[in-house]
């Protein structure tokens, strides 16, 4: 079936500091590859998300690409704030998109 | 746009009581989605619906636990009697089968302590 392996956390970072969180998975055919955030106390927002090979999906300085000869989709950002602390799952939606697969999570804490 | 609502936001509830958690899903989403988190198992699927219809329960912990979803704007997820292993973040999500990328949507959760 359907997989998703994030790297362990917590990573602590500096501010200004560059940040990947790595995410590879197993899926049968082509499926579309997310970043959900969870802030804490909060519910899980979509932070960005790819649907084909090479496709890269960016927002809020993040930016992730679809890596099909990898099955990788890693998470990254150029310089880090404190605002940025929260859980990162990466996830896969299979062909049919019937429902999400995620990875275990990875909590970013980023310092002063 | 209102997103997916669900409630109560947070119940503390004693063992052996019945705990039904709502959720309205965003407006023209045909499919609705019930997960849970905790922190030894992570994001669990519990069950799916397409067009008010369960498609999948196989994620469904036990008897215990039911779902409903008795029109396009409603859903339950009930648990009788409720035990202490059920303290979790119970999230609601749904989709529309035209949106781009196949993107769901979550609520904010309702965070259940059985104690």
């Known amino acids: 079936g359907d997989s998703v392996t994030q790297m362990e956390g917590p990573v602590t970072l500096s501010e200004e500091a560059f940040l990947t969180i790595n995410c590879t998975y197993t899926a049968t055919g082509y499926p579309s590859l997310f970043w959900y955030v969870q802030y804490p106390g909060e519910g899980l927002q979509l932070l960005l998300k790819?649907?084909?090979?090479?496709d890269k999906g960016s927002n809020k300085g993040f930016e992730a690409t679809y890596r099909k000869e990898t099955t990788s989709f890693h998470l990254e950002k150029g310089s880090v704030q404190v605002s940025d602390s929260a859980v990162y799952f990466c996830a896969l939606s299979g062909r049919r998109g019937n429902k999400l697969t995620f990875g275990t999570g990875t909590q970013l804490k980023v310092e002063l | 746009d209102a997103g997916v609502i669900q409630s109560p936001r947070h119940e503390v509830t004693e063992m052996g009581q019945e705990v039904t958690l709502r959720c309205k899903p965003i407006s023209g989403h045909d499919y609705l989605f019930w997960y849970r988190q905790t922190m030894m198992r992570g994001l669990e699927l519990l069950i799916y619906?397409?067009?008010?219809?369960?498609?999948?329960d196989s994620g469904m912990p036990e008897d215990r636990f039911s779902a409903k979803m008795p029109n396009a704007s409603f859903s339950t997820l009930k648990i009788q009697p409720s035990e202490p292993r059920d303290s979790a973040v119970y999230f609601c999500?749904?989709?529309?089968?035209?949106?781009?990328?196949?993107?769901?949507?979550f609520g904010e959760g309702s965070w259940l302590t059985v104690v």
């Open positions: 790819a649907t084909k090979a090479d």
């Open positions: 619906f397409n067009n008010n219809v369960p498609i999948d």
């Open positions: 999500a749904s989709r529309n089968t035209d949106s781009s990328g196949n993107t769901i949507y």
